[in-house]
């Protein structure tokens, strides 16, 4: 089992996130903009600053900043979980993409 991980509030992370299979998802400008679509939901959701994003094929990567109170947990999952569910109804896909 993984050890517990103790976030500190005000403190910049480094998150590396990657597509199953490696599949280059974001090459597809349908998918692109879909994400960017949720990431701004995700800005105006919750409050954070962001840092060096940067998007692969089949990644995404930058440094983020929670603001106090708010749980770097709570908002990568919101914006994964969000991203996937949109992306598989406008594809009539199903499973899991991160």
């Known amino acids: 089992m993984r ?3 103790l976030l500190k509030q005000g403190v910049w992370y ?6 199953n ?3 280059p998802l974001f090459r597809k400008p349908r ?4 994400f960017a679509k949720v990431f701004h939901e995700t800005k105006g959701r919750f409050v954070f600053e962001i ?6 094929d089949d990644r995404l990567t930058f440094y983020i900043k929670p603001a106090e ?3 770097l947990p709570a908002i990568m ?7 996937a569910q949109r992306y598989n109804r406008a594809q009539a ?3 899991h993409i991160w």
């Open 14 to 19: 480094e998150i590396h996130t990657r597509i």
């Open 3 to 5: 050890p517990l991980r």
């Open 93 to 95: 896909r199903e499973g």
């Open 77 to 83: 999952k919101w914006l994964k979980q969000v991203f």
């Open 31 to 34: 998918a692109l903009g879909l």
């Open 69 to 71: 109170g708010m749980e």
């Open 21 to 23: 299979n490696r599949e």
């Open 51 to 56: 840092r060096g994003l940067r998007l692969g």
